[in-house]
Structures are given as C-alpha cells and as structure tokens.
C-alpha cells in the first residue's frame, strides 16, 4: 500500500458524510501556491487545538496530517477540513441520536458550502477561527483549560456514603467532609474541640456548596449532596465538553423572541426584542420522567384546564390507589371515563374490578376537573411536541423552595405564569391581568392567543459562565450529558 492509499485509508474514518468534494474551482484548496499553503498550516493548527473545543484531534487524523500535507494528498486535508469544520460549528453528533429525549432542529452545513467559504474567505484562519457558537461558548472553552490545567495536582478525597448527616451530628465523616470541601475551593472554618462534630459553621458552608450546585439548601449530607460533592475533577471535564457540543447544536441566533428554559439548573427566560424581559424558576422532570430537550412555538394560553392523565401515569400511579379505594380519584376531583374516545361516557369506579386490569394496558381516561387541587394549576400553555409535555401552573407551589427541582413527569412548572403572559403581551389588546384573574376565579375555561408566536427552547445546560466569568456548576441528574460524551468518542457514521 503506498502512502496516499493509506492516507485515504486513514481518513476514511473521519470522512463525514456530507458528499464528494465539489468541483467549484480549478485551482488545488490547499496546495501549489502560498495562499494554499498558508491555508493548510492555518487548518492544521486548528487540528492540533480540537482539544480547545472538546474535540478530539485524533478524529481527524491528526497522526496522519503531516503526511497528508507532504503528500499534497487535496482530498484527504478536504476531509479533514469538511469534518473538523462541520463538527466545530454544529456539532460531532446527531443529537437526537443520542437519546430519546431529544428532538431539537440541530444546525446543519453542507460539504459544498463549507469548501466553497473555505475557498473564498479572504483571511481563511479567521473565518475557520470563527466557525464555533459565540455567547458564553468561549468562557466554556477558558474553563474546560481551566479544569485541565488544575488536574494534574487537585487531590480527590471522596466523602463516604451513609445516612443523612445533620446538623450537630458527630460522625467520622465530617473530617472527610471539610476536607472534600477544601479541595473545591471553599474556605472551610476549623474544627472545635470534637474533630467529627457536623457544626453550625461547617452546617453554613455547606449550604452555600447546596445553593450553588442547585441542591435543596438544608445543610443535610444525603444522596444528593454526597453525589454532588463526590463530582470528580474529570466528571467536571466531560460535563463542560458535553455543554460544549450542546450549544454547537443549536442556532447561533435564537430569534427576536423566544422562551429559553434550561431544565439542568432549573429556570426559564424570555427574550423579546434581544431583551431578556422575564426571569422564572422552573419546576422540570425527574429522573425517571426526565424534561426532554425540544424545539417548539408557543401561541397561547388557556384557563382552568382539565388534566387528562397520560396512560402510563394512570397504570403505575393510580391503579395502585383505585384498588385500595375504587373512589380514591373521584373523591379528589377525578373523572373516570369508559375509553379514549371524545364521546365516551363517564363510569362509576366502583363497578370495576381494579385488580384485573393490567398496569401497562390502562383501557380508561383519567381526568382531573379544573380547582385549586389541579395539577395544572389554573393556567395551562400548549406547544407541538413529541412527548406530551408542556407548560403550566402548578398547585404546588412550596416546591418552587426547593433547590432540585425535578418533581414533574416531564412538563415544565412555571412559577409565576400570569406575569410571563404579562410579558407576551407588553401591553398590546388581547390580554388583561385583572378580567384574566377574574376569569380564574370564576373557573371559567378560556383560551387566549398570544399577539405574535413564541419560539421555545427546552435545553439541558448543567455548565454555565456567568457574566463575571463565574461558572456554575449543576449535577448531571439525568445522566445525559455521559451519553453525550460518549456518544461523541464514537467514530462518525
């Protein structure tokens, strides 16, 4: 095999599939002239510092470049370029390939079109320089060094997991403790006189740790806290390559008007006009039933709604409690209907038998009417997506208190829902705050229509920079960002 077979060999893995080189110039891309030349070594360069992005150089065979270049091989630096610029600017993975809660309109650029600015750019390092998101992506970037640099000598003592620890509690972990807390940064308070006593400074310290990871700030050691702090230094890593990638999926620009919620740190903004107008703490899903990252539009609201109960909700949750008590629901502002269907009738629960019907097969509608008890709340916000989620009130509202806030199956609890479509509206005829309340108050059913659509964003950042450069740090409880990470190891395909 001579070395331009093995060259194109090599690059066959890192060939992305976005067509054959075009013909759109007679003269070579990358060498022949010096303006080729100072193209290449501009590309390389930027190889050799995929790891900046998250990237990983090896994928675009960075072990072969000096020998493609010294080969003049055009095809194969063409595939390097068309994969690294691709991938710098949209992405290294499909998203929604990566999990099933995903659904986004992920950006997309063609082969042709990046060969083409390629060609034409006339500073070609800038252009290519320019090819990554803009916003917080840099401060990403600075940090993602950051970690890294600090790797090599930050020590990892793992806090051991038990039962909660509380305030004014001794136990053998608390040394443990202060000294995990030490190696974060934090400027922890000496031990008194009992080295294990959990003390009330110690207790402060570490509900500012909880309030700054998005922990419920009670100053108790359990699962969530002692997960959170036993985050190693490279867990922090692939969570900044993985915030990395998110953001490259999505649009460079947002639009004029659009509602931003980020279920990894639990809030919402809406921007108008490139004006952040409205600020929301968000109630997201857990764990098990996690929020899922969409794109959609919002061109309304409705008051008083019914909650009709998804299927699984209905099989696993309340067929339990209708075979405790057939009128458990009912007595709690339920309706049971015969089917699915519009014109199915509404039953009496005490004629079924609950213990014959299959959990995974629930054959009936479960409704819950409009009151205070719904879990809607009073207002209710639609939008087209694929898993039957969306936005609302809600009638637990000491939740919004909580510092995790994954409790929904899914649906965005929003907390103050009236003051956002304040907001929509910015004055303009169609919405009064006052007759909407009194419609509320009433129970009345009403749906009114936004002046003008709202593009929704639903994302999963657990890692953002403030605008002081002050990262944030939020746990990845839906483990989504490994997949991300993993996903991106991957050859392309």
Not at 308 to 314: D, E, G, H, K, Y
Not at 333 to 349: R, V
Request: proline share 7%; net charge neutral; charged share 20%.
């Amino acid at each position: 095999m001579n070395r331009r077979t093995f060259l194109g060999a090599s690059m066959a893995l890192v060939t992305p599939l976005l067509g054959a080189s075009p013909a759109f110039a007679d003269e070579p891309l990358w060498t022949g002239s010096r303006v080729a030349e100072a193209r290449t070594a501009a590309l390389v360069a930027a190889i050799r510092a995929a790891g900046d992005h998250g990237l990983n150089p090896d994928w675009y065979g960075a072990n072969v470049l000096d020998n493609a270049v010294a080969a003049g091989n055009e095809k194969v630096l063409s595939d390097v370029f068309a994969a690294y610029a691709s991938e710098v600017s949209t992405g290294r993975v499909n998203a929604n390939r990566v999990d099933k809660d995903i659904d986004i309109q992920q950006r997309k650029v063609s082969r042709a079109d990046l060969l083409k600015a390629a060609a034409e750019a006339p500073d070609f390092a800038a252009w290519l320089a320019g090819l990554p998101p803009k916003g917080d992506y840099p401060a990403l970037q600075k940090l993602l060094a950051e970690l890294r640099a600090r790797r090599a000598t930050e020590a990892y003592t793992p806090l051991p997991s038990g039962s909660g620890l509380k305030p004014n509690m001794i136990d053998p972990r608390v040394p443990i403790l202060r000294t995990r807390l030490a190696e974060l940064g934090f400027t922890v308070p000496p031990a008194g006189a009992v080295a294990e006593l959990y003390d009330e400074p110690l207790v402060a310290l570490v509900k500012t740790y909880q309030e700054t990871k998005g922990l419920t700030v009670d100053g108790v050691i359990g699962h969530n806290t002692t997960r959170s702090l036993n985050t190693s230094i490279d867990d922090r890593i692939q969570q900044v390559i993985a915030n990395l990638e998110r953001r490259r999926w999505l649009a460079e620009d947002l639009g004029r008007r659009y509602v931003l919620v980020n279920a990894g740190d639990y809030s919402m903004v809406f921007v108008n006009g490139g004006q952040k107008v409205f600020e929301s703490l968000v109630i997201v899903g857990t764990p098990k039933d996690p929020t899922p990252e969409i794109q959609s539009v919002m061109r309304g609201f409705r008051t008083n709604p019914h909650w009709t109960v998804p299927q699984s909700i209905s099989g696993e949750e309340y067929l339990p409690m209708l075979r405790r008590d057939p009128y458990a629901l009912q007595n709690n502002g339920f309706k049971i209907f015969s089917s699915w269907s519009d014109n199915d009738s509404e039953i009496d629960p005490g004629t079924v038998d609950w213990s014959s019907i299959n959990p995974k097969a629930f054959p009936f509608r479960i409704r819950q009417e409009p009151g205070a008890g719904n879990a809607l709340g009073y207002i209710f916000f639609p939008f087209q997506n694929n898993y039957g989620i969306y936005m609302h009130d809600t009638a637990t509202r000491w939740l919004f208190t909580e510092g995790s806030r994954n409790f929904s199956h899914g649906c965005i609890r929003l907390q103050n829902p009236l003051d956002f479509v304040q907001k929509v509206f910015a004055g303009k005829p169609g919405f009064d705050k006052g007759k909407v309340q009194q419609v509320i108050n009433a129970g009345e059913q009403q749906h009114y229509s936004f002046p003008e659509p709202v593009t929704l964003y639903v994302t999963y950042r657990t890692v953002t920079v403030g605008t002081d450069g002050t990262p944030v740090f939020r746990d990845d409880v839906y483990g989504r960002d490994k997949r991300v990470v993993a996903a991106m190891a991957k050859p392309r395909s």
